[in-house]
């Protein structure tokens, strides 16, 4: 199965708790912080509702 690299590149600082859960469902606590996941839909989905805080590099 494919993967996809995330990549944090703001702070959580101020942001809701949900979105706040959810980096760190997907493994970032720290903003430059790399992690590679399966590519699938419900990582899809954590990816749209924090898309303003990461990156996602090709």
Not at 33 to 54: A, C, F, T, W, Y
Request: overall charge positive.
């Amino acid at each position: 199965m494919a993967t996809i690299k995330i990549k944090q590149i703001k702070s959580r600082v101020g942001a809701p708790i949900d979105q706040k859960n959810t980096l760190i469902y997907l493994g970032l606590h720290k903003i430059g912080q790399v992690v590679e996941l399966q590519d699938n839909p419900s990582v899809r989905g954590m990816i749209q509702k924090v898309h303003h805080l990461i990156e996602v590099i090709k």
